[in-house]
């Protein structure tokens, strides 16, 4: 059986944005600065890349002030979880070659 190849979301095709979804589908909230220290890019990248999966009503961004200082959370949505859920299974058939 040849493997679908359908099922897989452009969205995650880059390497910080699957990453990025990996982290939220198993962590319940990231602060920005821990996200940008787990994946080694800068500000403007992260901000960038966070954006799409925004974009994409994958990702929830949440920007409270702590004293006087900003800080800004991000969580995955059930619309980004499910989706992920569905290219994380696609991947897994790839790699299977299309064998159940």
Avoid: C, W
Avoid at 24 to 34: A, I, Q, R, S
Avoid at 56 to 67: E, S
């Amino acid at each position: 059986m040849i493997p679908s190849f359908e099922n897989l979301n452009k969205a995650f095709d880059n390497r910080i944005r699957l990453t990025i979804m990996s982290v939220l589908f198993v962590k319940e909230e990231v602060d920005f600065n821990g996200l940008k220290q787990m994946l080694g890019v800068t500000d403007g990248n992260l901000a960038t890349h966070v954006a799409v999966l925004e974009r994409h009503k994958y990702v929830k961004v949440k920007k409270i002030f702590v004293g006087k200082k900003p800080r800004t959370t991000y969580s995955i949505t059930e619309t980004g979880s499910k989706a992920f859920a569905v290219h994380v299974d696609a991947l897994e058939d790839v790699i299977r070659g299309g064998k159940k």
